[in-house]
């Protein structure tokens, strides 16, 4: 644990993401490197040239949708990425936090933003309490309490585009573009 300013101590940045989420991800990573693995290993580096850009394509979307999105509980605010949106809540302006399908904040000007990368509510009817794969009990929690330890601040409430994980996907899709355009010549 590190200290503020001010000699309090803060508590270690942390990031909540649904597991599944993590879990489908690497699946998806898997698949890819062997579609285009298999290419290589045959000695078939047409369709490793033309398979990469599309493959690559598709990975990125399944990172901007099931690794990136997330919640990063930091000591002056909660950083909420959702896909292709960064919103960063200073804990001044939480009022709370609840679990829906999602983690929904609501700040002190009565309006919400839903995490869409938060952990997932538990499913009904489980038995025992609600414990993270960390063994802490439930997300909600683990956010109310950062909040309660959290140094004070007067920042606004900020909203902004995932500028470099946009751009990146962008530039992908412009290259498998090209090269359809180039396939079809």
Not at 4 to 11: E, I, L, N, T
Not at 15 to 31: E, N, P
């Amino acid at each position: 644990m590190t200290t503020s300013p001010r000699g309090r101590a803060r508590p270690p940045v942390r990031t909540l993401r649904a597991t599944s989420s993590l879990v489908s991800f690497w699946a998806a990573v898997v698949i890819a490197v062997l579609l285009v693995g298999d290419a290589a290993v045959r000695g078939r580096w047409d369709v490793v040239a033309v398979a990469t850009a599309p493959v690559l394509l598709g990975v990125w979307a399944m990172w901007m949708l099931l690794w990136r999105p997330g919640i990063r509980l930091e000591a002056d605010r909660a950083v909420v990425i959702n896909i292709g949106r960064v919103h960063e809540l200073p804990w001044s302006r939480v009022e709370y936090a609840t679990q829906r399908m999602q983690i929904v904040f609501t700040l002190d000007d009565e309006s919400t933003l839903t995490a869409w990368g938060g952990p997932f509510s538990r499913r009904p009817g489980a038995r025992g309490p609600r414990m993270d794969e960390r063994g802490t009990v439930d997300a909600v929690d683990v956010i109310e309490l950062t909040r309660a330890a959290a140094v004070p601040s007067s920042d606004p409430v900020r909203h902004r585009w995932d500028a470099i994980p946009l751009t990146v996907g962008l530039v992908l899709a412009a290259v498998v573009v090209a090269q359809l355009g180039f396939l079809r010549s």
